[in-house]
């Protein structure tokens, strides 16, 4: 088992920033992605972005690109998302995840492993 532990999350205006964090403990050698998603009130869950964790390759979908990034402390299990120019359509809760495969963390996130407890990020416009 792998549990994941958000922080980070809050309340900022438009075109500020906020960074979450996600520690990971357990049988971490199972995982080889970690990712985050988001579920905005009456939407259903989405991809935000993704990272292979032997090798550090990361993805992001087009609706955050080159305004989010993500990363990773090995020495402390904790990936994080630094989320900059953020816009109210960016409200939503966000959720930590890991899974032995990145194909599943990318495209099949139904099927994906382990899941943090969330944290809500709001932007106000």
């Known amino acids: 088992q792998v549990q994941l532990v958000e922080s980070g999350g809050g309340l900022v205006q438009a075109g500020g920033s906020l960074r979450l964090s996600c520690a990971a403990s357990g049988s971490i050698f199972s995982i080889n992605a970690m990712g985050w998603y988001r579920q905005a009130p009456g939407k259903e869950r989405e991809f935000v972005a993704g990272m292979r964790w032997t090798g550090g390759t990361t993805y992001y979908s087009d609706s955050v690109k080159g305004r989010f990034t993500i990363s990773r402390d090995n020495a402390k299990n904790t990936v994080y998302l630094q989320m900059n120019n953020l816009k109210p359509e960016d409200t939503a809760v966000y959720y930590c995840?890991?899974?032995?495969?990145?194909?599943?963390?990318?495209?099949?996130?139904?099927?994906?492993?382990?899941w943090g407890q969330g944290t809500q990020v709001t932007v106000s416009s």
């Open positions: 995840a890991a899974d032995p495969s990145t194909s599943t963390m990318r495209y099949r996130g139904d099927s994906i492993a382990y």
